[in-house]
């Protein structure tokens, strides 16, 4: 089990502390007005006098606190459960609290960072309770809807409805070590249910969440975040009008262009040739990732995030020269729909044989998550910049390919098909690949002849 700490540690976490040990800096937002019944909208027996008992032994009057602070230079709305209020469970009252929170962060136009501990909606206010899950939703949306950033750090424990709205639904979730996480609680779940299965370091691998922080990396992670996801566009109308694309990295490999068309296949395909790691570690200064596609699927050969470029945010989506899977694509098209909402531009580099074209793949959805992510691509507002760095294998690579400012490497290709299958299909013997492959005009110069790309980059001034 993790180690748990009260709401004020957790928002101290983030803030440092004063020398009392308060959470500094920390300006607590006012508590709305308490209209609630004796014994609450039920008139549970004892809830007020358990209610009584939770307030002496945290030293809080409700589930939940919230206010503003700096966390690294980035004012920020946070919100911070108390566990042992009632289990942090959510009631009518927590749900104004709410809904205060994220009212004031719209109105002084802040990120809001949810640190999470609750057991779900709390029995004694019955379906009342169970509705504030919607109205934390409504909050939620409409803050995400005003291009705001959404950031939760899920501790332990956060099951039920927090975990389904405040955790679930953020733009960035990170979890503590050991933090048991799900929407099924302890007391619930079948007798035989896989223990891992409830655990930060489970959803991190299936994707539900992007990364596993321990407590004393915490501060700086979230403040890199919120520098990160606050340095777009501002305002919910934003168009991308005022956004600038972001430059295409310059080529890290060979400097030439191809002779042939097989020269180029060789040259993308050849293992030394430097990959999407080798480009971001090189056009960033510092970075951050994203991780899985939210439906329990990862992709280690996509890359998405966001970095720091020239002293500005670009977001970034990236294939690591393996065939793509139906959660790659997935997790890209989350990553330039979030980019887009935060007014930040989009970064992809291209390099795929294809699509994974697998029996999973399919039973994934493989056709299906490609479709998303051209439509994620087709519709971004913020301007969009692709450089393809090796191999562009047909409509799994042309997802992730922006319309009208694709760039290429001069060690890279892109093709309808792979010059193999292409003489396959066309019933030619192998021994015809190579002028198949000069057939298809695959190389970086042709496709500039052909305005498939902008441009072929150079090599990096030394």
Not at 143 to 155: D, E, F, H
Not at 331 to 356: C, E, K, N, Q, S
Request: proline fraction near 7%.
């Amino acid at each position: 089990m993790a180690e748990r700490m009260s709401a004020r540690q957790a928002v101290a976490a983030l803030t440092g502390t004063t020398p009392d040990g308060a959470p500094a800096g920390f300006t607590e937002l006012p508590a709305p007005k308490d209209t609630s019944a004796p014994d609450g909208p039920l008139a549970w027996q004892g809830y007020d006098e358990s209610r009584a008992r939770a307030a002496t032994r945290t030293g809080e009057d409700e589930s939940v606190i919230c206010g503003t602070a700096r966390v690294g230079g980035t004012e920020t709305v946070l919100i911070s459960f108390e566990f042992g209020f009632l289990g942090g469970s959510l009631g009518e009252r927590t749900g104004d609290r709410l809904e205060a929170a994220y009212t004031h962060a719209r109105e002084r136009r802040l990120p809001v960072v949810s640190l999470i501990a609750t057991g779900g909606s709390r029995m004694q206010e019955g379906m009342l309770a169970l509705l504030q899950l919607q109205r934390v939703a409504r909050q939620s949306a409409l803050t995400r809807a005003a291009g705001l950033a959404q950031i939760a750090v899920v501790r332990d424990p956060t099951t039920g409805g927090g975990w389904a709205t405040l955790g679930a639904g953020a733009d960035v979730i990170l979890a503590l070590p050991g933090a048991q996480i799900g929407f099924a609680g302890s007391r619930v779940r079948p007798a035989d249910a896989d223990p891992y299965a409830y655990t930060a370091e489970a959803q991190l691998t299936a994707g539900h969440i992007d990364a596993v922080v321990r407590p004393e990396e915490l501060r700086d992670t979230v403040a890199h975040w919120l520098t990160l996801l606050t340095d777009g566009a501002r305002g919910s109308d934003h168009d991308g009008a005022s956004v600038a694309a972001a430059e295409p990295p310059a080529a890290l490999g060979h400097a030439a262009p191809p002779g042939t068309g097989w020269d180029a296949v060789s040259l993308a395909r050849d293992s030394r040739r430097p990959r999407a790691e080798a480009y971001l570690d090189a056009y960033f200064t510092s970075r951050a990732s994203v991780d899985g596609d939210r439906c329990g699927g990862t992709d280690p050969g996509t890359r998405c995030g966001f970095g720091v470029h020239e002293g500005r945010t670009v977001a970034y989506a990236a294939q690591c020269g393996t065939p793509t899977l139906p959660a790659g694509y997935r997790t890209a098209a989350r990553l330039i729909r979030l980019a887009d909402r935060l007014g930040l531009p989009v970064l992809t580099l291209v390099d795929t044989p294809g699509a994974a074209n697998d029996a999973e793949a399919e039973r994934s959805g493989a056709g299906a998550a490609i479709a998303d992510l051209f439509a994620a691509v087709a519709t971004a507002r913020v301007p969009v910049t692709t450089l393809l760095i090796g191999e562009g294998g047909s409509g799994g690579a042309l997802a992730l390919a922006a319309p009208g400012n694709t760039w290429a490497t001069p060690d890279s290709y892109f093709s309808v098909i792979a010059p193999e299958l292409a003489t396959a299909i066309l019933k030619r013997p192998p021994s015809e690949t190579r002028a198949t492959a000069d057939q298809l005009k695959l190389r970086p110069q042709d496709l500039l002849s052909l305005g498939v790309i902008r441009g072929i980059v150079p090599p990096a001034a030394n």
